[in-house]
């Protein structure tokens, strides 16, 4: 299954899962999720917080690849173990060096591509859909808030920031 538009959204009935960013471009993109718990609690796993799969956040990151705008086979892993002690979790990537300075990213030139793959090997393709300009892009939200299981939606939003200084910078960007 693909969700190739901004707003497309898919159920996912699941509670582990892996999301994978692969790209080849000469960028050093970062996979990152900011997550909201049941209990209210929010926030991020990203390179400088790997996160815990043993324990809350329950959800963590392989590692930081394409550091120094290294080109290759670049990819950078997400797993999730206990999806249902999550309301939300919103999927980012963002071009680390641009960010940095402030300056917009390359986006439109690369071929990041994201995956997310269930416990029983399905997985779903989010195509990244804005041809804004910015350095932080917000590719899915995974809302788990209804009683009928986890929603995957292309959200494809898009946003400028000169260094990540606090979560609250990413969620005015994934709620524009």
Known sequence: ???KQKGQEAFIPLKQLMVAMKWTTAADFDLAAAYEGKDGKQGMVYFGDLGNMNGFPYMQLSGDEGVGDSGGENEETMRITRLDEMNKVWIFCWDYGQMQSGASARFADSDVSL?????????????????EMGNVLCIATIDNSSPMGAKLINTSKIGTLKGLKSLDQLMAIANS
């Open 1 to 3: 299954m693909e969700l």
């Open 115 to 131: 995956a997310i793959v269930d416990d029983a090997g399905k997985s779903v393709s989010v195509n990244l859909d804005s041809g």
